[in-house]
């Protein structure tokens, strides 16, 4: 016991001589480096376009091809030093100085295309897209009589991995074959949605990729019978939030719809709906108010309450012929997007539809081009002041918002030989700009 308590002794007095004799050791450290702001290039902007419509190749069973022509439209007003350049269908503006500033005013496109055959019937039109990492496409369906093809491209010079996920009414669809999906540089996949998620009569579809940045549709269309009735595409959804606006319910042939749904059950989806998608695990309280366009126009009010990670299809009746908007409001974040028809008994076929997505708010200068055949109207609200307009623009030209004083919201409605279809307005950038670098 002593021999340990004078160990102790000698250890403890070794430290106290440490700590009183040890030297005085000034260590310099360097001096931290200063902030320093870079300017940052943005990407190159890039729109890409679907293409013209895919069928089934006859030749080979679970094969797409595509057929016809689709009409693009564009408008690229480039600053000196840009060189707009164009490939198969998607267009890309050069820009190695980075001078211009990325958006619609600087490149916007879009297609159109008629389609008259046994196979397909209608007016299909969809915004060229800037390539993206996450996509949602809200609308579609796989019922009975009802196609919905999944359209992938892959413009960049890197492969892409694609993962779904599908919800359905009750949530998320637990599904085979909706991860690794590759999608080749350079190339397109089309997956036909009756595989993937059958007899789905209401879902959203996310896409996310690694690897190469993609773009997204889906071509959605009706046979009634044997009667093919009714073409579109998808576009890409806004991001969730709890305000989402879609302007250009444009109804036409209201009596028409009603009188085909009572004689036929397969006409029941001529009935206009709002497909709402909450992704989040708190239900939503919704509000949903349809404005007229003018005093003849009578809208209405929706209240519902929406289950929790999962799509509803909210149903718009007693509306009568005329033009409105959209309007819906949300305790939690949703996406939406508005299922038109049209109906006119005495064409033959005698109805289309068309996916109207929430829109983007124009809160700068906005600019979108017209297609060339048809009736093209825009379909502008200010939700603030509740002002709604419908505005008849030429076709084949350009049309430019400037910024406006408040939000507004737009989409463009085109009819075609009664075929209806819609172009969402929309501004495109990536990102760019000044950084800050800080070094520590």
């Known amino acids: 016991m002593l021999k340990r308590i004078f160990a102790l002794a000698v250890i403890v007095a070794a430290a106290a001589s440490l700590a009183v004799f040890a030297p005085n050791l000034d260590l310099p450290i360097a001096k931290l480096a200063a902030d320093e702001d870079l300017q940052v290039k943005a990407k190159n902007l890039s729109l890409v376009c679907p293409g013209a419509i895919y069928q089934n190749d006859a030749n080979n069973i679970g094969e797409f091809l595509q057929t016809g022509k689709a009409n693009i439209v564009r408008d690229f007003a480039g600053p000196t030093g840009t060189e707009l350049v164009s490939e198969n269908s998607v267009f890309t503006v050069l820009d190695p100085q980075g001078v211009a500033d990325q958006g619609s005013a600087l490149l916007t496109a879009n297609q159109t295309q008629l389609v008259s055959s046994a196979a397909a019937n209608g007016l299909a039109g969809a915004a060229c897209q800037n390539p993206s990492s996450d996509i949602w496409l809200v609308g579609g369906s796989t019922a009975t009589g009802r196609e919905a093809l999944l359209i992938l ?11 779904l996920e599908i919800f359905g009414e009750e949530g998320l669809l637990q599904l ?26 209401t879902f959203v579809t996310h896409a996310t990729s690694k690897g190469g940045a993609i773009a997204a549709w889906l071509q959605v269309k009706s046979v009634r019978g044997l009667s093919a009735s009714g073409l579109d595409y998808v576009s ?17 042939g209201a009596a028409d719809a009603a009188a085909l749904a009572s004689a036929n059950a397969d006409y029941a989806d001529l009935a206009q709906i709002i497909r709402v998608f909450v992704p989040g ?19 209405t009010v929706i209240l519902q309450t929406l289950k929790a990670g999962a799509v509803t299809d909210v149903s718009i009746s007693g509306l009568t012929d005329g033009d ?39 809160d700068g200068v906005r600019v979108i081009s017209v297609p060339a055949a048809g009736i093209s109207k825009l379909s502008v609200v200010n939700p603030a002041s509740a002002e709604v307009q419908t505005i008849v623009v030429a076709p084949g030209s350009t049309y430019r918002f400037e910024k406006p004083a408040a939000a507004l919201y737009a989409n463009l409605i085109l009819d075609v030989d009664g075929m209806v279809t819609n172009i969402p307005v929309i501004d495109y950038k990536n990102a760019g700009g000044a950084v800050k670098v800080s070094v520590r």
Do not use: C, H
């Open 153 to 163: 491209r892959n413009p960049s010079p890197v492969d892409a991995t694609v993962d």
């Open 236 to 252: 890409p959804a806004m991001s969730a939030s709890i305000s989402q606006v879609i302007p250009g319910i444009f109804i036409r």
């Open 176 to 201: 085979p074959g909706l991860t690794d999906i590759s999608v080749t540089a350079g190339k397109t996949v089309v997956l036909p949605m009756a595989g993937l998620a059958p007899k789905a009569k």
């Open 281 to 299: 695990e708190a239900e939503a309280n919704i509000k949903v108010q349809i404005l007229g366009a003018n005093a003849k126009t009578f809208g």
């Open 324 to 362: 409105y908007v959209a309007v819906l409001e949300s305790d939690v974040p949703v996406q939406a997007a508005a299922r038109l028809s049209r109906t006119n008994k005495t064409k033959v076929p005698a109805t289309d539809f068309t996916w109207l997505q929430a829109a983007q708010a124009i």
